[in-house]
């Protein structure tokens, strides 16, 4: 009985161990994970933002997972949102949600990811960073440290996730389009985890050895995995240049000690104050532009002490 | 125990001995016996031949040290079949809430008592799916998934779902330097395998724990504590595994709550082809090892040949059903009569 | 009976109207028709892959590879849409779901490899080839407008999808508790050699309910593919764990033999009150992790604990 | 069917399993109407025979008639069709499923295509109670005793009114009481025409309903001939090859002081208000019906079942036995009815199986002394000449009788001052039975006090200095051997104040 008891009471203070009910304009913000290094900064600066402006946010974390992410995309017009902003995962999935959202009359924005262009009419805006654009910009910091020749290596995010394609493609297509001689010797999935760019590295640097010019991680977290797995293999030997995506702290600490050559700072603050700042326009009934981006830059060894990092 | 299927009672000593027991003819005895051996011999050859970098000394402790941190998780894992307890699902859990707290609980309490804190922690969490398991008797994956859900849970809410950073670099350095030549970590991974290997082979609580596998009922009528006895084999695994993300953290000095993803399943799969039967009762340390060498050398020879991701998982996958299939179908020939 | 064992038997009720009480309290306006819609189509594709799974775990059969099932079948109802039309392609799918799951019950029946073995290969497996096939890009469909149509909300309560759930379970419940083939099942789940001794093929049951959880999710999987018009092979990497917590919320045994449709039905829209009411209070993704495994747990503890009398689970036998 | 075809023929029935020739060339001829027993030694062949007849295996060589007709079965569905119907030691009933249901498993009445329960709980209720068992037809089956369910396996095959109906130790698990009923059961379906053949180890019962008798030995058929005019003495002889003279020899031995006394013990459900003692170098023997809370009882004073209310003295200390550990601890042993399922782990060797109640005791910081475990298994396989005399090989490949004498080694080895046998020579042969009679006398003339649980009364009357009878939970006062008769137990055992 007790125990019956005491399951029913955690459950019970799970559902109220949360904001109470006002009657502010809701939005209904669909993100990507709550436990997430960039997500939650993201998250946490939306929600504070929110707070300033006057704006109920009722946060749905997909956790990472497309199929949730579609799902919670009808709660909140179920729940009669006043808006939805909505953290893509998938360039196409979310389209029949969001249009189900424009016939409830519910104006949705995208933060953080693109989505392809069938989901333009769906949405009034896409706030946030590139993906692929970053990859783009990798492609131009890589090429610049390489001299526009080379063997290089990708350690890519996860298959199938939208910011990996979007990274990898970027990449690949801006190296195509300047006539870049840098060839690409593998592309590798390691998932975003640091763990496996590591064993996937040792495997790449027993593979090429010194064959390999220069490195292109899709994010820090997996430059950093190819950092500890080349200082394994070939102690005091000169890093190839490593490009990476993010802006974190440690990355910043290796470009400054030259284990890094750059990375691309993305702010996940500016990022989340962005949306919801598009999104109070919007609920005031002004006008906004259809892309609004959040400014990147690309860190190296020159202005990597007059910025700041992301994360 | 209404439940229980209804036993016979009479004696019919061809059907109650277990086909995996029957002595069969030489040659498939070899082969169910020797198959790993020939097995890795043969990726061995082949990868020598097909890659001037395999067969190097830098590659060999590339290997080693990419199965270190799993091989110690292996080692637990191989009590859970043993025991006949399936399979412990909640090692992602475990493993997070050692890579966490060992880098967490440093400036707080100092690293040497962060990382027993962490590992202690971590069989805690064991202990509790132990207890559900043994004494409550839920079906193990029923019960290590559930506790796997919530440890993980509490440890995302802990520390807010954000990375967590080390703060001790000599830490990350000493887990990462060489002794004789050999990463640190491989050695550390080898001495919980030759102690896990003692434990299941020599001393008593090894020998409760394969006849607890084997009987249950017949172990409990032999004044074996079988509930004490599957219990442990939970948190043997919760400790290797929470020593195996500890060890991971300081690594990395750095951990993510979703750090130990998947590596539930590459110890199962290493396990499983080492021929040790998911139903409980055989098996030893040196063949799920055995069985971890042979998937991690294969997965390099994959990797140095340039074969994608996709198909690494697939040839994985053929490999778990067909080791399987083809242990199944050697002790039936081999069984006859 | 008492009053604790009464509770027992009634949990998935019980813990149903409970979250429901206490969503209704705290949400305004949760107890209304659009929140039933809303939990039943949310509830969909775990409790179209979860009626798959009762009968599974009811022949003492697991599938961890469901979730790998569900993509590879979206994904070929989404590849083959431009080649032989959408309809078509959508039965495609269905049928790979069903190969996917005919391949695990010859595993498992002809090969007697351990389910819960092979079906962990084949998740691999059908991952991967889900991986292959769409070099790990997620794949549009040709037809976006009827991915909005499917979603149309009929009767102000069924979608499609949730219709379909719904009509499932409890046809599979006639089937469970009213059919020959039904009752067999349960048979072979229960003691398997019995059943081949009183002329009954466990073999051939065992198979044939690997194939029918094969197509399910194969059916959950083309559902999903055309209301998101994209096949992709990320898609339903997280599915088994609530799947499976469903079916067994619901009061079926994972060691076989016990089950009900009706009681997989409580456990899907137990699951699915409690996260949306957890949604609409935006309770943090790891703390419904915590509560839904505390609910498990719960759940299945006191199954074990409290035995509700010798003659409960033999009425819960002879009549479903 | 016609009356004056022979209901079964077997003609040069041989089974050949890689290695081993299981039966070689055995005839058998069964008449519709008639009761034939068939008997002999374990691994005599009688299950591999049974299971050629019940289309399990396929027979290497020979043919079989059925009402004249020769047929070929290949799968039990084959037999079944053919009206044989398989009475089987080991159940073959479905826990999840209402009586009902497995009376009709496999073959439910359909309507509108769907199954029609009401027919099935109409006409199962008919048949139990033509069957005088007072069953409900609803009730789960895993919830009965066992030997209800044993009822419900022969109104399964009685319901698909068979033509030949298998019988494979029906009585195992039943108790005189019951077996009489069951009887009167056998005789009844007789009449009817349906030809019985009957399996069994018990030669009394045997001689009791059997018309006809075939006798196996090493897969080979010795004999057939009419029951009438055999006795007890000669059908053992013909079944092990020899004349057994004494079946159950009585080893004389000195009593001494109480060891375990029990006092009110009850676990308020099987048993209650329980209360005996058993002294030093005595046979205490323990029958009753089964289900009347033997087994529990010994269950619960070795640990492995929780008694609710009173106590357990040693020596005369009270004693707390929470565990089996702690009645090791306290110097009691148990050796279970079901050997298969409680007795024996058959995937280690016989040298693990031994050594497995004492293995702490054989440890040092945790590891296991290989000398001492291999000196205790050496000692035992001696002295028990278990066969074949090697402790490393692994108990599962052992016969019975081996695996039983394995069994009470490996308590021997905890040095117990009582011993609690359930059930000890059921299933064994008649060989190993009396040695393992005789390895009992021995520990009882060595000073152990022995509390023995069987249903085989001629064993109880043979080896018990005293008995107590419990019926329904309740014990009755122990009778002294000189009092004792078959006829004062029963009386005892089924209330009935006869004799």
């Known amino acids: 009985m007790t125990k019956t008891k005491t399951g029913m009471i955690i459950s019970a203070l799970a559902l109220l161990a949360s904001v109470g009910w006002a009657q502010a304009k809701t939005v209904c913000y669909v993100t990507a994970a709550d436990a997430h290094a960039y997500a939650t900064p993201a998250n946490e600066a939306l929600e504070a933002r929110a707070k300033e402006l006057g704006i109920e946010v009722i946060t749905l974390s997909q956790n990472f997972d497309v199929q949730t992410g579609t799902e919670q995309l009808n709660t909140c017009i179920a729940r009669k949102a006043d808006g939805i902003i909505l953290w893509p995962l998938d360039p196409q999935a979310y389209i029949p949600g969001l249009a189900r959202a424009q016939q409830a009359e519910i104006p949705a924005i995208l933060i953080n990811s693109p989505m392809d262009e069938q989901a333009d009419r769906f949405i009034v805006s896409f706030t946030g960073p590139d993906v692929y654009e970053e990859g783009e910009m990798a492609a131009d910091s890589l090429n610049d440290a390489l001299d526009g020749e080379g063997a290089v290596v990708v350690i890519a995010g996860q298959a199938g996730n939208g910011t990996t394609i979007g990274r990898v493609g970027g990449f690949v297509d801006r190296l195509t389009e300047v006539g870049s001689k840098i060839e690409v010797l593998d592309t590798v999935n390691a998932d975003f985890d640091q763990q496996k760019a590591l064993v996937v590295s040792r495997d790449l640097i027993t593979r090429f050895g010194d064959g390999i010019d220069g490195v292109y991680a899709n994010d820090d977290t997996m430059a950093r995995g190819f950092i500890d797995a080349w200082k394994e293999a070939k102690p005091g030997e000169p890093m190839p240049p490593i490009v990476g995506i993010n802006g974190q702290k440690d990355a910043f600490v290796s470009i400054k000690s030259g284990e890094m050559y750059s990375t691309i700072v993305q702010s996940p603050v500016e990022d989340g104050k962005l949306a919801i700042e598009t999104m109070a326009e919007i609920l005031d009934g002004k006008e906004v532009d259809a892309r609004l981006p959040i400014p990147l830059t690309v860190v190296t060894k020159a202005n990597v002490d007059s910025v700041e990092p992301a994360f | ?337 | ?320 | ?499």
């Not at chain 2, 030759?194 to 394969?210: D, P």
């Not at chain 2, 074996?224 to 442990?232: D, E, F, L, Q």
């Not at chain 3, 705290?26 to 799974?53: E, K, N, Q, Y």
């Not at chain 4, 002394?369 to 291999?374: F, G, I, K």
Request: glycine share 10%.
């Open chain 4, 1 to 499: 069917m016609s009356a004056a075809a022979t209901a079964l023929r077997m003609r040069g029935i041989s089974k050949t399993f890689p290695g081993v020739k299981a039966l070689s060339s055995v005839n058998l001829t069964v008449e519709f109407g008639r009761v034939h027993a068939i008997v002999g030694e374990n691994g005599a062949g009688k299950s591999t025979l049974m299971k050629v007849l019940s289309g399990t295996y396929l027979p290497t060589t020979g043919t079989t008639e059925i009402a004249g007709v020769e047929v070929r079965m290949r799968k039990p569905a084959d037999a079944q069709r053919l009206g044989i119907r398989m009475v089987h030691q080991e159940l073959n009933l479905v826990p999840d499923l209402s009586v009902a249901e497995n009376v009709y498993l496999g073959r439910m009445p359909r309507r509108w295509g769907l199954a029609d329960k009401a027919a099935m709980l109409r006409e199962t209720a008919v048949i139990l109670d033509e069957l005088g068992a007072t069953i409900d037809p609803k009730a789960r089956l895993g919830d009965l005793s066992i030997s209800q369910q044993q009822l419900v396996e022969i109104a399964k095959a009685y319901a698909a009114a068979p033509r030949i109906i298998v019988l494979d130790e029906p009585t195992s698990s039943l108790s005189e009481h019951e077996t009489a009923a069951l009887f009167r059961i056998l005789r009844k379906m007789k009449q009817q025409g349906i030809a019985i053949i009957y399996i069994s180890h018990r030669v009394k019962e045997v001689l009791e309903i059997a018309d006809d008798v075939t006798i196996l030995r090493d897969g080979s058929m010795i004999d057939t001939r009419p029951a009438d005019g055999i006795t007890v003495a000669e059908m053992i002889r013909l079944m092990v090859g020899r004349e057994v003279t004494n079946v159950f020899p009585k080893t004389p031995s000195e009593i001494g002081a109480p060891v375990l006394k029990v006092v009110a013990l009850g676990d308020s459900y099987n048993f209650r208000n329980v209360n005996f003692e058993v002294r030093k170098g005595e046979i205490l023997g323990l029958t009753g019906l089964v289900g009347a809370g033997r087994t529990e009882l010994a269950k619960a004073v070795f640990g492995l079942a929780r008694a609710t209310e009173g106590r357990i003295e040693v020596d005369g200390k009270p004693v707390v036995i929470g565990s089996p550990a702690a009645a090791v601890r306290a110097g009691i042993a148990y050796v279970p009815e079901d050997r298969k399922d409680e007795g024996i782990v058959p995937s280690l060797s016989v040298r693990e199986n031994i050594s497995l109640p004492v293995l702490r005791k054989l440890s040092r910081f945790g590891r296991v002394s290989m000398t001492a475990d291999r000196r205790l298994a050496d000692k035992y396989t001696k002295e028990f000449s278990i066969m074949p005399p090697d402790p490393e090989r692994r108990i599962g490949l052992l016969s019975g009788g081996n695996q039983q004498k394995a069994v009470l080694s490996k308590w021997l080895s905890a040095d117990p001052s009582v011993l609690l046998l359930d059930e000890p020579t059921r299933g064994v042969d008649v060989g190993a039975k009396a040695e393992i009679h005789r390895i009992i006398g021995e520990l009882v003339a060595g000073g152990m006090a022995v509390v023995m649980i069987s249903s085989e009364l001629p064993e109880v009357l043979g080896v018990c200095d005293r008995v107590i009878v419990m019926r329904d939970g309740h014990a009755s006062a122990p009778v002294d051997r000189a009092a004792l008769s078959e006829e004062k137990i029963m009386a005892l055992a089924t209330g009935e104040e006869a004799a």
């Open chain 3, 1 to 320: 009976m008492t009053m604790l064992a009464r509770l027992v038997r009634y949990r998935v009720t019980v813990i149903l109207g409970l979250t429901l009480l206490v969503a209704s309290l705290t949400v305004p306006g949760f107890l209304s028709i659009s929140t039933l819609s809303l939990g039943l189509d949310r509830g969909a594709t775990i409790g179209i892959i979860a009626t798959g799974m009762t009968v599974l775990l009811i022949a003492r059969q697991i599938d961890l590879s469901v979730g790998s099932t569900f993509a590879l079948a979206g994904i070929t109802a989404v590849m083959l849409q431009p080649a032989i039309g959408i309809w078509p392609a959508a039965l495609a799918g269905v049928l790979a779901g069903a190969a996917a799951g005919a391949i695990n019950g010859l595993l498992s029946v002809v090969f007697k490899v351990n389910a819960l073995v092979a079906t962990l290969a084949t998740m691999l497996i059908f991952r991967s080839i889900a991986h292959w096939l769409t070099d790990s890009q997620p794949v549009p469909g040709t037809d976006i407008m009827l991915s909005v149509a499917l979603s149309k909300i009929y009767l102000e309560i069924f979608t499609l999808r949730s219709a379909l759930f719904v009509g499932a379970i409890l046809l599979l419940h006639v089937w469970l508790t009213r059919t020959v083939a039904g009752r067999n099942l349960f048979a072979v789940g229960s003691n398997a050699d019995a059943a081949e001794a009183s002329g009954i093929a466990p073999g051939r049951t065992v198979f044939l309910a690997f194939v029918f959880a094969g197509a399910l999710a194969g059916v959950a999987g083309v559902l999903q593919s055309l209301t998101t018009n994209t096949g992709s092979p990320v898609f339903g990497a997280e599915l088994i764990v609530t799947v499976i917590a469903a079916v067994v919320v619901g009061g079926t045994r994972i060691e076989g033999g016990r089950g009900s449709a009706l009681g997989t039905l409580g456990g899907v829209l137990t699951i699915a009150a409690l996260t949306t009411a957890m949604e609409f209070q935006s309770v943090p993704a790891y703390i419904q992790q915590v509560v839904s495994g505390l609910i498990l747990i719960l759940l299945v503890v006191l199954d074990r604990t409290v035995r509700p009398g010798p003659r409960t689970h033999a009425a819960a036998g002879a009549s479903g």
């Open chain 2, 1 to 337: 125990m209404t439940d229980v299927p209804i036993q016979m009672r009479q004696d019919t000593t061809q059907d109650t001995t277990n086909e995996r027991f029957r002595g069969g003819s030489p040659l498939v005895d070899l082969l169910s016996r020797g198959g790993l051996a020939i097995a890795i011999l043969a990726v061995l050859v082949y990868g020598s031949l097909t890659s001037p970098f395999f067969f190097t000394t830098g590659n060999f402790v590339n290997v080693l040290t990419s199965m270190a941190i799993v091989g110690i998780v292996v080692v637990g894992m191989t009590f859970v079949l043993v025991v006949g307890g399936l399979a412990d699902l909640s090692v992602p859990a475990t493993i997070a809430c050692g890579a966490i707290l060992s880098l967490a609980l440093q400036p707080v309490i100092g690293p040497v008592p962060a990382f027993a804190a962490a590992i202690a922690l971590a069989g805690l969490c064991g202990l509790i799916s132990g207890l559900l398991i043994g004494y409550v008797g839920i079906n193990p994956i029923i019960a290590t998934l559930g506790v796997g859900t919530i440890v993980l849970g509490i440890v995302q809410a802990a520390v807010g779902g954000v990375i967590v950073y080390g703060t001790n670099p000599d830490t990350a350095a000493l887990v990462k330097s060489r002794l004789f030549g050999i990463p640190v970590i491989v050695l550390i991974f080898l001495a919980v395998a030759i102690i896990g290997h003692f434990v299941l082979s020599r001393s008593y609580w090894g020998r409760w724990t394969v006849a607890t596998g084997g009987n249950c009922s017949a172990a409990e009528a032999s004044a074996v504590p079988v509930r004490a006895v599957k219990a442990g084999a939970f948190v043997i695994t919760a400790i290797c595994s929470g020593l195996s993300g500890a060890l991971l953290g300081l690594t990395l000095q750095s951990a993510r709550p979703l750090v130990g993803t998947g590596y539930e399943f590459s110890a199962i799969t290493a396990v499983v082809v080492g021929g040790i039967s998911i139903m409980g009762g055989f098996g030893s340390v040196p063949r799920a090892i055995a069985g971890l060498v042979f998937v991690q050398l294969l997965t390099n020879v994959m990797v140095l040949q340039g074969v994608r991701t996709p198909v690494q998982g697939f040839v994985l996958g053929l490999l778990i059903a067909g080791a399987v299939a083809l242990d199944v179908a050697l002790r039936k020939r081999g069984g006859g009569a």
